[in-house]
């Protein structure tokens, strides 16, 4: 069998796979599908772009082979890269910081798939299996990690109104070009291969930490944003906010109700979180077109919510908010807080507490 075939498949397979794992730690699956496919799709034309400039320097005799290698080409390749993504992050249905990692690692994920086939086919048969490997723990996670980083100061810093707005993706478009400078420069030293897969190996950390860090920050925004208002008990909002472990926390509900009605369960909760989020965005927004766009994504979130939860129907919702104790949540503090300055009732009075309360009323009418 001839071991190209293996090789581009390689080439091609692993770093989509590398996507794939990512956008399964979005817990609040806030990411579009055709974003992603979208930001591969803009990594692809970038890599054509960035070829045509970097030639077109080396033809006219402006910088030899050596540097632009070296310098011009990850300054090149980096702001290219990360065009898709300073679009994305204007878009209304953009929520957090995950989203702006998501589609900077698609962007580069699809730059690095096309330049990988390149190499790949360009060499011979007795090296393109082990330099496809190689490409796919080095190379290609440079290019995917440099623009996830520059994504995730852009989806930081989107609702900023000040210098930050400014600063902050500068700042990731520089570290990303001058990670991506110091690992060519690394190579074409002559380095051994184990300190391209080390090298690469800290921009898997740099980014892992971004995402705990943007995952933590997501579920303080949605403590923060959840309310009565929206209907939600207490019960309801520990389970938006331990969403990374949900459907180990609606096992208890499985031998209550149909598979299809746990998985209406899980978008349910889902939905209330990144409720959660846009309610948090629309708070921070300073731009007033992108607060309406904000607005009217919290209307539709509403709107779908409402629908799953007719959809539910009593007992499932029952099923839901009697999960686990009031007393064992932590957020059902923040929900009493909120009750009383909303003029909804007092302190400690949810729906449930009012509900019984009344029954109790009753009861003692009765007993008269």
């Not at 209907?231 to 096992?251: F, G, H, M, P, Q």
């Amino acid at each position: 069998m001839n071991i190209l075939y293996p090789a581009i498949l390689l080439a091609v397979l692993f770093p989509i796979a590398f996507l794939a794992f990512l956008g399964s730690q979005n817990m609040y699956r806030t990411g579009k599908f055709q974003y992603n496919l979208l930001s591969m799709g803009w990594g692809i034309v970038a890599y054509y772009l960035a070829a045509y400039i970097n030639s077109t320097i080396f033809h006219n005799g402006w910088a030899d082979r050596d540097q632009i290698v070296r310098f011009i080409a990850p300054m090149v390749e980096e702001t290219l890269k990360c065009l898709i993504v300073f679009y994305l992050i204007r878009r209304k249905d953009f929520v957090y910081i995950m989203d702006g990692i998501a589609y900077g690692f698609g962007a580069g994920i699809g730059f690095a798939v096309l330049e990988n086939i390149e190499y790949v086919t360009a060499a011979s048969a007795g090296i393109a299996l082990s330099l496809a490997l190689a490409r796919v723990f080095s190379t290609n996670i440079i290019h995917a990690t440099g623009t996830a980083i520059i994504g995730s100061a852009l989806g930081y810093s989107r609702l900023s109104n000040d210098a930050s707005r400014v600063f902050f993706p500068l700042g990731g478009l520089l570290f990303a070009i001058a990670g991506h400078a110091g690992f060519n420069n690394l190579v074409t030293s002559g380095a051994t291969l184990i300190f391209a897969f080390l090298y690469a190996g800290v921009g898997i950390f740099i980014v892992s930490l971004i995402v705990r860090y943007g995952l933590r920050k997501a579920s303080i925004d949605i403590q923060n944003s959840i309310s009565m208002l929206d209907s939600i008990t207490a019960n309801e909002a520990a389970l938006v906010n331990r969403a990374r472990t949900l459907d180990e926390a609606l096992k208890p509900m499985e031998k209550y109700i149909s598979a299809e009605d746990m998985e209406k369960v899980r978008d349910f909760l889902i939905l209330q979180a990144q409720l959660g989020l846009q309610r948090n965005n629309l708070n921070n927004a300073q731009n007033g077109p992108l607060r309406d766009g904000i607005a009217q994504e919290i209307d539709s979130l509403k709107k779908r919510i409402d629908v799953v939860r007719h959809a539910l129907g009593v007992f499932c919702m029952l099923q839901v908010r009697g999960l686990f104790p009031e007393n064992n949540i932590p957020f059902w503090a923040i929900l009493e807080q909120r009750v009383p300055a909303t003029g909804t009732g007092r302190a400690g009075g949810g729906l449930w507490t009012n509900l019984e309360n009344r029954t109790k009323e009753s009861r003692d009418m009765n007993a008269k």
